[in-house]
């Protein structure tokens, strides 16, 4: 699954690419459910308007169109946005990281291909999970992932308002409690874990055991690794890479994910990795204390 860095940056790097763009086609390859939307709808409110802005919500992207209707795009697993460029310096592509970001396109991977004035925008999936979906603007909150999705990480949640979102699942543990997405939006299984470190909690941590303090500098710290990996261009972690088919770079600095055997920066004990609510899962055991009561 990509996570929501990656798909923050795949947001940036299209809003400087494709905005005030016409598209003058649209169409799915060999996977109808890959393009959600009737036919007629398609060509009326697609096929000649102007793309205006490029939003995230969670892990979705959402291509704003001059019409008031919007795409909304999910990756899933395996899928890819890549824009072909007439220009080739303005090439860009994010997603699963397959030949398909610098190849020939479109490939046997491309479900939809989107026309544009200066180029063309391939949505590519591999195992055909993701879609695109057709919606007018004022209906997005139809798509039952984006009404219940939790608050935006980036664009500043208040703490008090995190911990009520935490205290709904107070009985559960603390990680699998952050990869809930109506509490927090887009937190995945990297920023979970580099978070749970930098605050210093254990993830196995009952959430109504987690104090107020303890919550804020979670809040923080996963606001904090998200920016860091945002800076670097996003993760590598296997699904991703970035720009032009160069994987971001996030993963060499993070501190635990996938660093099991390796010393903590911080004390200099082995980390480990355990499986939680069925995630891989890493974490210093001397920093990160284990609860005593529940
Ligand atoms: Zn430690």
Same mark, same amino acid.
Request: with cysteine; hydrophobic share 35%.
């Given at each position: 699954?990509?996570?929501?860095?990656?798909?923050?940056?795949?947001?940036?790097?299209?809003?400087?690419?494709?905005?005030?763009?016409?598209? +003058?086609?649209?169409?799915?390859?060999?996977?109808?459910? &890959? #393009?959600? =939307?009737? !036919?007629? *709808?398609?060509?009326?409110? $697609? @096929?000649?308007?102007?793309?205006?802005?490029?939003?995230?919500?969670?892990?979705?992207?959402?291509?704003?169109?001059?019409?008031?209707?919007?795409?909304?795009?999910?990756?899933?697993?395996?899928?890819?946005?890549?824009?072909?460029?007439?220009?080739?310096? +303005?090439?860009?592509?994010?997603?699963?990281?397959?030949? &398909? #970001?610098? =190849?020939? !396109?479109? *490939?046997?991977?491309?479900? $939809? @291909?989107?026309?544009?004035?200066?180029?063309?925008?391939?949505?590519?999936?591999?195992?055909?999970?993701?879609?695109?979906?057709?919606?007018?603007?004022?209906?997005?909150?139809?798509?039952?992932?984006?009404?219940?999705?939790?608050?935006?990480?980036?664009?500043?949640?208040?703490?008090?308002?995190?911990?009520?979102?935490?205290?709904?699942?107070?009985?559960?543990?603390?990680?699998?409690?952050?990869?809930?997405?109506?509490?927090?939006?887009?937190?995945?299984?990297?920023?979970?874990?580099?978070?749970?470190?930098?605050?210093?909690?254990?993830?196995?941590?009952?959430?109504?055991?987690?104090?107020?303090?303890?919550?804020?500098?979670?809040?923080?710290?996963?606001?904090?690794?998200?920016?860091?990996?945002?800076?670097?261009?996003?993760?590598?972690?296997?699904?991703?890479?970035?720009?032009?088919?160069?994987?971001?770079?996030?993963?060499?600095?993070?501190?635990?994910?996938?660093?099991?055997?390796?010393?903590?920066?911080?004390?200099?004990?082995?980390?480990?990795?355990?499986?939680?609510?069925?995630?891989?899962?890493?974490?210093?055991?001397?920093?990160?204390?284990?609860?005593?009561?529940?």
């Amino acid at each position: 699954m990509p996570e929501l860095p990656e798909v923050e940056v795949l947001k940036r790097g299209l809003n400087e690419l494709i905005v005030n763009q016409t598209v +003058k086609a649209i169409s799915s390859i060999n996977s109808p459910r &890959s #393009l959600i =939307g009737s !036919l007629s *709808d398609i060509n009326r409110f $697609v @096929v000649g308007a102007k793309i205006t802005e490029i939003n995230r919500r969670g892990k979705m992207i959402i291509i704003n169109l001059s019409s008031g209707y919007c795409l909304v795009v999910h990756l899933k697993m395996t899928g890819q946005l890549v824009y072909r460029s007439d220009d080739e310096q +303005k090439n860009f592509g994010a997603g699963h990281p397959t030949n &398909s #970001l610098v =190849g020939q !396109l479109p *490939d046997r991977s491309s479900r $939809v @291909v989107i026309v544009l004035e200066k180029g063309t925008l391939f949505f590519n999936d591999q195992r055909k999970f993701g879609w695109i979906r057709l919606i007018h603007k004022n209906l997005l909150e139809d798509i039952k992932l984006y009404r219940t999705m939790g608050p935006e990480p980036l664009e500043g949640i208040p703490k008090n308002q995190f911990s009520a979102n935490l205290s709904r699942r107070a009985n559960l543990k603390i990680k699998p409690a952050l990869l809930d997405q109506t509490v927090i939006a887009g937190v995945g299984n990297i920023y979970a874990d580099e978070s749970l470190w930098m605050a210093q909690i254990h993830p196995s941590t009952r959430v109504k055991n987690v104090p107020a303090a303890s919550r804020g500098l979670l809040l923080d710290s996963i606001v904090d690794s998200m920016n860091t990996s945002i800076n670097f261009g996003g993760s590598t972690d296997r699904n991703y890479v970035n720009a032009k088919g160069q994987g971001g770079s996030y993963l060499k600095f993070a501190k635990v994910f996938r660093r099991e055997g390796l010393l903590c920066p911080r004390c200099g004990s082995e980390i480990i990795k355990i499986k939680l609510a069925g995630r891989g899962t890493h974490f210093c055991p001397v920093c990160q204390k284990e609860e005593q009561s529940s």
